[in-house]
């Protein structure tokens, strides 16, 4: 039986081979592993695929997303895979579209998020002769990827799927490439499927349960911590670990904050939530962190952006460090207690112990050291401005937490991100960001994939003016399938964080960061591809623009002018530790001459900001 013959998708037997393509075996090899969605973009070499997506979307097995530029693709199938926690599924042909695909590969590999890539390529006779649209899409991608395939071999295609999601999903997570030559797709052969979970691959075991002394060793120091502090990042959401975060925290009444990656791993809303630490930090996060004697590291990397000045960040603390992947364990911070394994299991495990010893009672130790953090939390909030004349960015975000609380949100990057991230209390899944790599253009195809995994949930992308702009042509994606995501564009008139950075370290030299004569007219692009744009530039408009938006069947692009030169603050400047950020607010003045406040590092009363401290010798 030929791929032709099969009218797609037929549920054979694993045991019983038809006569099939290369392109067959695939397309139905992603149907057994569930794929519902692919987002993609045809060309010549990747034809002989299309030609089945033709025959398994006829027959109402996958959905197929024709996206205007593959970079696009990559994106939505990582927004599909942050909403879902689930495998996300994108294609490209040979040459400029499997590069194209390169910057969205990138993101997933750097947040590690799991999708598979399926690339088209030349015919196998034709590899390595400089043919047309040939690219080396395999070596180009080696440093950004899990994991990676050239079908040299059509017989290989279902066991090469098969172990391509088990490696994207398992473990830490990360993307896949498989290259299919052209030729491959279309030579028929005796097709016999393999079934999800069942490959054995020899030196990939991913270790998931912590060792029980190590995990002893770490409710010792709990224990006998007095300034705990809880520091969670992605791999808490990859392992959906948010429950024994919560129970954790609780037990042992432990303050948690968050990394970019791991906002919505615990309630921000918690009376134990600190929001997020690192260069935007909240600053009575940042300060914690600088403050606490013991550090647990849960499914976090160390990134620079967290940690300031490395050798300053947690100086007093010691480190327990949970992590699925050995080598982020001691790559930046040697830890007193490591623990490698899934975040979820040794917590559970780490919990279980707890419970039969019953030692929570030793939460009391934390007393003095949370009411210290409440000192910094109330006198260091973040703050909304009110301008006479104009919305600050802080309004817009916060409107958008009173209107939407429950929505899955995402962001392009730069300044509006920052306040996102401060702003919104989401819960697990419901941030989707590109942190690690910072891409720009992010945002409304990552939308777009939450949205279609999620029909029925609000999803809602929060855009920059310059970030809107880098993969605007989307907007024909949405308007084609009729996927309902609402954009709300801060629009302030610049590439907001690189002018920040001008302002603050370049002496103002504003190059090349001005966008304000470079913006379309939002309602009138809406209107052209046939979807609903609005401009507000009022606070008087603000509340009921945005309710309009979210009760609008359909997508709507909400273009907000706001402030041109706010700045995103808190902010830890390069090369300074977390405890020193600038833009913070002033606290009141006392009765005193000086100024008189707590000192940021011991906590200690009244100390003058022109002195030093005279309990631990911090200069202020």
């Not at 172990?163 to 896949?176: C, D, L, M, Q």
């Not at 590291?297 to 000045?309: C, H, I, L, M, N």
């Not at 994606?477 to 302002?503: C, S």
Request: glycine content about 10%.
């Amino acid at each position: 039986m030929t791929a032709k013959e099969s009218s797609g998708g037929e549920d054979n037997s694993s045991s019983h081979a038809i006569r099939a393509t290369g392109a067959y075996a695939l397309l139905d090899s992603l149907k057994r592993h569930g794929v519902k969605h692919i987002f993609g973009y045809p060309g010549g070499a990747i034809l002989p695929i299309y030609d089945e997506v033709y025959r398994f979307e006829a027959a109402g097995y996958i959905k197929h997303f024709l996206v205007r530029h593959e970079q696009g693709a990559a994106h939505a199938a990582d927004g599909y895979a942050r909403a879902t926690g689930q495998v996300g599924v994108c294609f490209g042909t040979s040459g400029p579209g499997a590069t194209n695909l390169v910057t969205g590969i990138a993101t997933a590999y750097m947040d590690s998020i799991p999708i598979v890539v399926i690339t088209g390529q030349v015919p196998r006779a034709a590899i390595g002769t400089d043919a047309f649209q040939e690219i080396d899409i395999y070596g180009i991608t080696l440093p950004i990827v899990k994991h990676s395939y050239v079908v040299r071999d059509p017989r290989d295609m279902a066991r090469i799927v098969a172990e391509g999601f088990h490696i994207a999903s398992t473990g830490r997570p990360g993307p896949v490439l498989i290259d299919v030559p052209k030729d491959v797709g279309l030579e028929e052969f005796d097709y016999v499927p393999v079934e999800p979970g069942s490959v054995k691959l020899h030196g990939y075991r991913p270790t998931f349960k912590g060792n029980p002394r190590q995990i002893s060793q770490a409710i010792s120091l709990i224990r006998e911590a007095h300034r705990p502090l809880l520091y969670v990042g992605g791999g808490a959401i990859a392992a959906s670990a948010h429950s024994e975060i919560k129970e954790l925290a609780e037990c042992f009444q432990i303050p948690v904050t968050t990394t970019l990656m791991g906002k919505g791993a615990f309630d921000e809303n918690h009376p134990l939530g600190l929001g997020m630490l690192g260069m935007h930090g909240t600053a009575y996060a940042n300060f914690a962190v600088t403050e606490c004697d013991l550090l647990i590291a849960v499914g976090a990397r160390f990134d620079d952006r967290v940690t300031g000045k490395l050798d300053e960040f947690a100086p007093r603390a010691k480190v327990i460090h949970i992590d699925i992947d050995p080598a982020e364990v001691g790559k930046c911070r040697a830890p007193e207690v490591p623990i490698v394994g899934d975040v979820r299991q040794v917590l559970m495990e780490l919990l279980r112990r707890c419970q039969e010893t019953n030692v929570c009672g030793d939460a009391v130790q934390t007393k003095e050291w949370l009411e210290r953090i409440d000192r910094w939390r109330n006198d260091y909030p973040l703050v909304v401005p009110q301008y006479p004349d104009v919305l600050s960015p802080q309004e817009v975000i916060v409107e958008l937490t009173k209107q939407a609380p429950y929505a899955y949100y995402t962001t392009d990057v730069g300044q509006h991100q920052m306040w996102a991230a401060q702003f919104l209390k989401n819960g697990p899944r419901q941030w989707i960001s590109s942190a690690g790599l910072g891409t720009m253009g992010f945002g409304m195809p990552a939308a777009m994939g939450a949205k279609v995994a999620l029909p029925n949930e609000e999803v809602i992308c929060i855009a920059g003016d310059a970030s809107i702009q880098m993969n605007i042509q989307e907007l024909g994606t949405l308007a084609q399938y009729g996927i309902d995501v609402k954009t709300v564009i801060i629009n302030n008139g610049w590439q907001g964080m690189v002018r920040q950075w001008q302002e603050t370290f370049y002496d103002g030299h504003y190059s090349a960061s001005n966008m304000e004569s470079g913006m379309p007219d939002i309602v009138k692009l809406a209107e052209a591809y046939g979807l609903k744009g609005v401009v507000v530039r009022t606070r008087e408009e603000l509340k009921d623009a945005i309710a309009q938006m979210l009760a609008h069947k359909g997508s709507v692009l909400l273009d907000v002018h706001v402030k041109r030169d706010e700045n995103c603050y808190p902010m830890v400047a390069p090369g300074k530790s977390n405890a020193q950020m600038i833009g913070l607010p002033e606290l009141p003045k006392t009765d005193q001459a000086a100024e008189l406040i707590y000192c940021h590092h011991c906590g200690a009363k009244n100390v003058s900001t022109n002195h030093f401290c005279p309990e631990c010798g911090t200069k202020l």
